[in-house]
């Protein structure tokens, strides 16, 4: 493509013209080759970001961008399901909704990505279990997935690769928050995948990356919209992202959490919005005729075990060694990485518990460790919080609500910082669901 071309698309999008169709997809094509001038995609970008694009040409972005890559191509793709959250502290639904929908007969080949800023990432957590692969090929992932019904694997250049530099200017360039250029890049991947049905869980609140009902409202749409005109039956959930979810913060900790709920032991908020995602695809797919019948499938394959052993399945399908992920099922604790020291939390003032500040907790972990700053950064698997409450419960001002794994001297200020992200009321108060609305 031309640089003439590439600036006449630009002088398209900053007019708010319809972008010529043909010249979007030569343009798409060239940035996966590496063909165009990098100045004239940071120009694209920042005229997409500045006066957007309309929902068809998001969508005909969205494709070009799948179509930049492999596409995974099922024999009969009516079960293939997949999900996709925008993020939140403590969000480790994915490691329990593939062997939970495997369990019940859908087929998940997940794409998932590492954590930068506060949320952390679905691969960071797997990849604190030992041995554990996420490196996997598209004809690999389908491999997996006909065999034991579910895998999750890191992003990598055969899926979209156009997405790949796209995403890495927007980081340089101020373009992140751009709502057509977070649908494409998180569309086109899912849409590699060769779903049938996607659920889209997108956060709202105070720990989420959309803070505001109205964002998160307007992203909902967009997604769905382009998903939809990409032939995916899809749904999105707006859910409340004000406190922590479940139990766990921090990338082993939150594999010991979900092994928890496999056992049928584990928080019910996590779980509650677990069930929330899987019944939705349940129903998509045809599987179970209400939502009502899926909880009770989802319920059974946590009772009965077939859950939990779809997980183990996963684990040593992507390399982890058979011994070791028996273990883990029966006692993460003795696999998992533990923290050199466990720092107790005490709360402030009595009353119900009516918030934490996710923010407060996570900005405290990335700092020891348990996320990032930069895509360079290592992470310390075994660094988070453990919380010892949940809400509406009631505490007592000096007990303890919170356990801090770290392995480094922290100081007074953060474990305040802790004390006080404890918010009580002196009344009772409601719990209500995460569930805000269904965008469809």
Same mark, same amino acid.
């Given at each position: ?10 002088n ?9 169709d ?22 694209w970008l ?11 040409e ?35 639904? *994915?490691?329990?909704? #593939?062997?939970? =929908? &495997?369990?019940?007969? %859908?087929? @998940?080949?997940?794409?998932? /990505? ?29 491999d ?36 057509p250029?977070?649908?494409?890049s998180?569309? *086109?991947?899912?849409? #590699?995948?060769? =779903? &049938?049905?996607?659920? %889209?869980? @997108?956060?709202?609140?105070? /720990? ?11 992203l909902?749409?967009s ?65 179970a ?25 996963m ?32 709360a ?81 108060i ?11």
């Amino acid at each position: 493509m031309k640089s003439a071309d590439v600036e006449a698309l630009i002088n398209q999008v900053s007019a708010k013209q319809t972008m010529d169709d043909s010249a979007l997809q030569d343009f798409i094509t060239g940035v996966a080759q590496r063909t165009i001038d990098l100045g004239l995609v940071e120009k694209w970008l920042k005229a997409v970001h500045s006066n957007g694009i309309s929902v068809p040409e998001t969508t005909l972005l969205t494709k070009g961008m799948m179509l930049s890559g492999s596409v995974i191509d099922w024999r009969d793709n009516t079960l293939v399901v997949d999900k996709h959250s925008t993020g939140g502290v403590g969000d480790k639904m *994915s490691l329990m909704l #593939a062997p939970i =929908l &495997a369990a019940c007969g %859908l087929k @998940v080949p997940m794409l998932a /990505g590492r954590g930068l800023g506060h949320t952390g990432g679905t691969i960071d957590k797997l990849e604190s279990i030992p041995g554990f692969n996420c490196s996997l090929n598209p004809q690999q992932m389908q491999d997996q997935v006909e065999l034991i019904g579910c895998c999750i694997a890191a992003q990598n250049d055969a899926i979209a690769p156009a997405d790949g530099l796209l995403y890495a200017i927007r980081d340089v360039t101020d373009t992140i928050d751009s709502i057509p250029l977070i649908t494409a890049s998180i569309i *086109s991947k899912k849409a #590699a995948e060769g =779903l &049938a049905s996607l659920v %889209l869980d @997108v956060k709202c609140g105070k /720990g989420a990356f959309m803070q505001t009902l109205d964002d998160a409202t307007a992203l909902a749409k967009s997604m769905v919209g382009a998903a939809n005109g990409l032939g995916i039956n899809t749904v999105a959930q707006i859910t409340q992202m004000d406190y922590p979810i479940g139990q766990y913060v921090g990338n082993s900790l939150e594999v010991l959490g979900s092994i928890l709920v496999l056992q049928g032991k584990g928080s019910k908020d996590t779980l509650e919005i677990v069930v929330l995602q899987c019944a939705e695809l349940m129903v998509r797919a045809g599987i179970a005729n209400s939502h009502d019948q899926a909880k009770d499938l989802i319920a059974e394959v946590i009772a009965n075990g077939s859950a939990l052993e779809k997980f183990r399945q996963m684990c040593i399908q992507q390399g982890v060694d058979e011994v070791t992920a028996q273990t883990l099922i029966e006692n993460p604790n003795s696999v998992l990485l533990s923290s050199e020291h466990i720092t107790e939390v005490t709360a402030t003032k009595a009353g119900y518990v009516s918030e934490i500040d996710s923010m407060v907790l996570a900005d405290i972990a990335r700092k020891h460790g348990a996320g990032r700053f930069t895509i360079e950064d290592e992470i310390i698997s075994e660094i988070g919080f453990e919380i010892c409450v949940e809400r509406g419960q009631y505490v007592e001002a000096g007990s303890n609500w919170l356990k801090f794994h770290h392995n480094q001297v922290f100081s007074e200020e953060e474990i305040a910082a802790l004390s006080n992200s404890l918010i009580t009321s002196p009344q009772k108060i409601q719990v209500k669901s995460r569930l805000i609305s269904i965008i469809e």
